[in-house]
């Protein structure tokens, strides 16, 4: 069917930067929302920021000024720019996306996640 990928993660010190990237593969018909989530030790998932397909985007309090999402809609991938991190950034980053695939002559919609990926920001 479909497949997200993560890749980016890494240990960094904080103020520093990373980028993550998220590319879906598969039998693709379209990608509507993008969007990446984190999930910290102890603490419940929550979204980071999301984008539409038309580059509308929104963000958590904690990450406006500092990340950046964006999408490359011909390659069904998405980044997040991460600046400034802090401690507190530290997670697992997970891609998600709704994606309308095609299942023998159907097509089908389906919300798709990526596997993650780990954010270390050490202080």
């Known amino acids: 069917q479909v497949q997200l990928v993560e890749s980016g993660g890494n240990l960094v010190q904080a103020g520093g930067s990373l980028r993550l990237s998220c590319a879906a593969s598969g039998s693709i018909f379209s990608i509507n929302l993008m969007g990446w989530y984190r999930q910290a030790p102890g603490k419940q998932r929550e979204l980071v920021a999301i984008?539409?397909?038309?580059?509308?985007?929104t963000y958590a309090d904690s990450v406006k000024g500092r990340f950046t999402i964006s999408r490359d809609n011909a390659k069904n991938t998405v980044y997040l720019q991460m600046n400034s991190l802090k401690p507190e950034d530290t997670a697992v980053y997970y891609c998600n996306a709704e994606i309308t695939f095609y299942s023998g002559f159907l097509r089908k919609t389906m919300d798709a996640w990526g596997q993650g990926t780990l954010v270390t920001v050490s202080s």
């Open positions: 984008i539409t397909r038309g580059g509308s985007t």
